[in-house]
DNA sequence: ACTAAATACATTGATATCAATAGAAATGAA
DNA sequence: TTCATTTCTATTGATATCAATGTATTTAGT
């Protein structure tokens, strides 16, 4: 019956060229694997490298606000616990003060490759941030923390369910 | 016997202060689930838009190089078209010039999607934009396609093979 | 033309990501 | 206290991501 819809493709230029979802996530790709390059010799991956960093603490934190820090769902974290618990680098405890919680808690072992990782961290991002332009890494920095803290504060009681997956099915 | 490393705490602040990648991936998961929330109703992720938005060709574009303008490895691409195969809204054809290859189109199902979803994108966007400062989107972009480029470019040629993983067990 | 090297993809296995959902414990209102 | 609500986490299922590897095809060197 009808034509085929078509989307001019200086729309597709369009999207490629200002899409700042695309372009962070472009970006995310190619600095995960930049770290997890350089990062594979201490048997760490980027996510893994900052997630057990955001664990060294004083004291243990429960794991909302650790997955809050990373901007990641909770299951997520839940997930990607799971391999480091296994290796032994992570204790996940149950919460002595509110028994629904748990305490994550770096061991000895998950230092030691924290450390040995640290200086990888180190040389890396320092080449990286030699590469980008006078100011560069400042001011992403804070357009990237802008960018998410958008999305970031939902008041914690106007929380409405989660609206429902839409059915995968077309139309 | 020796005491356990410990990792200085305001190591950790400045790693979490100041790692772009971190901060990328931050921002790259805070955005995704932005963009998916936004296009839910159409049935798309942020990643299949991107994707089948840049498949909206003159002509149908090989693997590589769809791969390589969304900075994502050859292996993801391939696991990525697969829901769309299913849901024939792109179509994976062998390239008559060179049969080791594939031509990737995009369906009239897939364009009628698309088309469904741009005006989500648009607001989305727009949305997005106004509330970063001023100047900010254009900037962020300049900034995210600099550390895109970085690892970018491999001269063709010059490819070693990939390293070996790393064992997976610590030290 | 023949063969070695390079190229284009696919597959497998492991981890990462999130929606939907469920369970257990804490909290608050009566 | 009692119970409805909220909070904290785990599980399941689907997709996303990449390393290692394998296969088929093309290209280049002879």
Do not use: Y
Request: with cysteine; charged share 20%.
């Amino acid at each position: 019956m009808s034509n085929s819809i078509e989307i001019p493709f200086s729309t597709t230029l369009l999207v490629r060229d200002t899409c700042l979802c695309l372009h962070v996530q472009r970006a995310a790709r190619a600095l995960a694997r930049l770290f997890d390059d350089a990062l594979r010799p201490a048997g760490l991956t980027n996510g893994q490298f900052s997630l057990m960093m955001s664990l060294n603490r004083p004291e243990p934190p429960p794991m909302g606000p650790v997955a809050a820090l990373l901007a990641m769902d909770q299951t997520t974290l839940t997930a990607a616990l799971k391999p480091l618990q296994r290796k032994g680098w992570v204790s996940v405890m149950e919460n002595p003060k509110d028994r629904r919680g748990r305490l994550l808690v770096l061991t000895s072992e998950g230092k030691a490759v924290l450390a040995k990782a640290l200086p990888i961290w180190k040389s890396t991002h320092a080449t990286l941030d030699s590469t980008l332009p006078e100011g560069g890494p400042a001011r992403l920095r804070q357009d990237l923390q802008a960018v998410s803290g958008m999305t970031a504060e939902v008041p914690k009681s106007s929380r409405s369910p989660r609206r429902l997956r839409q059915s995968a099915t077309a139309e």
